[in-house]
């Protein structure tokens, strides 16, 4: 006969409350910390502070005893009732996948075996490029996510990374990262989607719906405002008024718990306007949980609730960071305890805290650990190869598999995006004799984020191999030509030889992604301006000056600015991070094998300065002539070029005249012109030309990839609502009013094809939570020549 919290009959509320009604309070309050085994080893830190905040602080409770155990990362000392979360036993050090698994299982089962109510730890993990582990396929950074415009196959990404993660005991993933970029001079630039919200929202969203179809917590971070720092420089203050809060920042949080069922929240590092995120109780639950009804649970960014004392200055003590965290909603302390251990216990006993609290936050993880199975009555701590296995010591576990490492290279492909090809040396000939040059040519960091095990975790083991294939551009462009001549000079043109005089230099610049000042960029690698790092740009010149085509090829994790180069270069191809299939992938596009349909899901400036800008600025942000600074770039948001061409004919709109509830149909139809299939993205854009205040000139709102075979056409379709053109007009109050507007069928935000004007009629509507916040996009194929199917 099942224990009441045991009995998966009965609905999750009523087994947690059962469950906290017999715990004491040193068991509730074990559920709230975490321990990170292997975290106080030598090397550089992986998370701010890390080796300050390592030594294990007192566990000791007045009941029960701390236990020495193996962990898969290195022997740990778990603490008395506890810990309620494990942090990143495979993403620490590197580790056998199956090995690590088999270890984590007996842990797991001394962990509940080791308190009164059989309770197992929660196990994260970084997924933010895959999972973060050694040995683990590697998937293009989240940036290239944004240049796929491409939902669908990120949720089929997220459905196999999730996979990976449950198959070996993992049941959270610190993942999608949901910060709008506004600086791109930012290091995290990288692991953010794109400047846009909506692109960042439909995206992100996608990917939550994936991992948590797996059964994996999904973690939307950082919330809120991170990525608005001043001077782009991580964990510094933010200024953000509440309507950039209320329009950019927050949509993709709340598409993603809304429409993704995202369940579980990480609080940014940042203040803003004075008031730290991990200590505001109107973010965290004013908004959060009563206005949008989250229900999951609210983690700390790694060291977050210690930063309230150390960084902000707000509070005097752990207990006071403890006390402050805990009231705003935050219920769980990663990576490790600090605040939420003795000193918070201490602060209950007295008074200061009331306990109320700590019941409300042990609920939610209850709860959380119910929905995952972790307090079923047959719960096993065996992942199910384990479990099935008639020996599970011979077991061995693939992270690297066919079908994920298929969805890395059509991500990859999908991402990259040709910016220029002016010299129109691409696709390159098949005969061509092709120099290949520049710091990442035969590099293989050049695929990999910041968050990537090899680029996160390897570099302090540099005697450990990658552990999986990842090819450089070089390796993979001579196969990819096989009748090509391709010379490798990484001196550039000081090596070169009359005799050596190639068609067109492949110049490989970009980034090398790190940690904390460690690379160009990555997490606390932010950059002065957005000239190219580390000398490269006078390497271009270099090769320009040779009078021989250059083809620059752009590995990086942020926009870099080419306006220097502009109309010099035979043509430009950029990528972020593609991960272990980039290099294939980007020899395809140079090859032609690659019809390119990346889009940039940032603008590429025409010189290093005058940041912060994105495309969402009003007609004052935009070029004018009070101001000698041209913000204008060179490559638009959603700019990018094909190997085939495409008329965007017959745009119309369903209904012209729509209420201000009510919602019609854009549609236009698609031809491929050219001579082979190729993928258009077709986007929509929002202009309000008269709002009670400021608005962008060009707000994306919809888009959809289209491919299509040479000759054939298809109708695109969107189905626009009015609640799109929603705005806040001041705080808590988001508008929809009457009013002309015009929908804006663009192939960029700057390359606006169609424009049809659509008029909102009747009341002006104020809209909450429950607002339309998506505009379904369907594709009608018809004949070759246009004929209707």
Known sequence: MPQPWQDAALPAETRAAELLSRMTLEEKTAQLSAIWPGSDEGGEDVAPLQHEFSAPPSLTVDSGEEAKVATPAGEAVLPAHGPGQLTRPFGTKPVDPAGAARVLARLQRHIAGANRFGIPAQVHEECLTGFNAWQAAILPTPLAWGASFDPALLERAAALIGASLRSVGVHQGLAPVLDVIRDPRWGRTEEAIAEDPYLVATIGTAYVRGLESAGVVATLKHFVGYSASHAARNHAPVSM?????????????????????????????????????????ELLTGLLRDAWGFEGVLVADYFGISFLELNHGVADSPAGAAALALAAGVDVELPAVRCYGEPLLKAVRSGEVPEELIDRAVKRVLVQKIQLGLLDEHWSPEPPLLAAADDPESVTIDLDPPELRAVARRLAEESVVLLANEGRVLPLAADARIAVTGPLADDPAAMLGCYTFPRHVLVDHPDTEIGLAVPTVLEALRPELPGATVTHLPEGPDGLSASERPDVWIAVLGDHSGLFGRGTSGEGCDAPDLELPGGQAASLDRLVETGIPVVLVLLSGRPYALGRWAGRLAAVVQGFFPGEEGGPAVAGVLSGRVNPSGRLPVSVPHRPGGQPWTYLAPPLGQANGATSLDPTPLYPFGHGLSYTSFAWEDPSVEEATVPTDGSTVVSVTVRNTGDREGTEVVQLYLHDPLARIVRPVNRLVGYSRVTLAAGESATVRFVFHADLAAYTLQPGQRIVEPGVLELRLGASSGDIRHTLPVALTGPERTVGHDRVMACPASTVPAQAGGAPL
């Open 241 to 281: 008024g509440p309507r950039e809060q209320a329009d950019i920042m927050l949509p993709p949080f709340e598409m993603a718990l809304r429409d993704g069922g995202a369940r579980a929240v990480m609080h940014a590092y940042n203040d803003n306007d004075g008031m730290p995120a991990a200590a505001d109780p």
